[in-house]
């Protein structure tokens, strides 16, 4: 607001400080501070006749109600209950057991499942570093993971051919064996897959497969013998009809 709007304002007594200076008509030449204004005025005297004029400091003068004066501003403190505790060596164990978990899904057949839990190891070890897990020590626990991870592979793979041998044996409606076939052929794929991202590509050759295949019809046939071998001791010593 300029000086020109200011003096039309109060000439239609739109503020209240105009209205107080104009009745404290005994008081000095320079009024400050009337009412809730902060504008100083000046009572001039015109055929015995005061009027209030602000007395301007420059060509503008700020109207406000806002406080301008400073504040202190107070920092806000978190408030942490001092009897909690955080176990950092738990809490390391718990990272280095998820990285190691991560690692060996960082090798999955699954395309997707592969790629986050990469992204999940460069952040746990990150983390890891930072808490003070040095780079020999975490390339020891990839060395360990993958170590246990190929002999898991390597048993999971023989327990599914075992399954897939003993379903032709017994046998049942062939399109139940068909469907259960397939299912032992992808388990299959999927397993050879993932050996070859443990770092052991083409660990499944064809003898490979052939040989896991004659050993579990001997694990078989080691079972139905011991099965036959108590069914006759039964009948043999029990009396059993």
């Not at 060509?59 to 920092?75: A, F, L, P, W, Y």
């Not at 990272?95 to 978990?101: E, F, G, P, T």
């Not at 780079?135 to 793979?157: D, P, T, W």
């Not at 991202?197 to 295949?213: C, F, H, S």
Request: hydrophobic residues 35%.
């Amino acid at each position: 607001m300029n000086k020109i709007e200011l003096e039309h304002a109060l000439k239609k007594n739109q503020f209240e400080a105009y209205k107080t200076a104009n009745d404290q008509a005994m008081q000095k030449e320079l009024i400050t501070n009337v009412g809730n204004s902060k504008i100083k005025w000046n009572i001039v005297s015109d055929k015995g006749e005061k009027t209030a004029i602000p007395a301007f400091v420059g060509d503008h003068v700020i109207v406000s109600t806002v406080n301008r004066v400073e504040q202190e501003v107070k920092k806000i403190q978190p408030k942490v209950d001092p009897a909690y505790k955080i176990d950092l060596p738990a809490k390391v164990e718990q990272l280095k057991n998820s990285y190691i978990n991560n690692y060996i899904k960082a090798r999955s057949h699954n395309y997707i499942v592969a790629k986050f839990s990469e992204l999940k190891v460069a952040f746990l070890g990150q983390m890891l570093s930072l808490m003070g897990v040095s780079i020999s020590e975490l390339q020891k626990m990839q060395k360990k993971a993958l170590s246990n991870s190929v002999e898991e592979n390597i048993l999971m793979f023989e327990e599914n051919e075992y399954n897939g041998e003993m379903i032709q044996i017994i046998g049942g409606s062939p399109k139940r064996v068909k469907n259960d076939l397939k299912v032992i052929e992808e388990i299959r794929t999927q397993l050879m897959t993932q050996m070859d991202r443990l770092g052991k590509p083409n660990y499944y050759t064809q003898q490979r497969l052939v040989e896991v295949k004659i050993d579990a019809c001997k694990r078989i046939l080691e079972e139905f013998t011991n099965e036959l071998n108590y069914l006759q001791y039964q009948l043999d010593y029990l009396e059993i009809s």
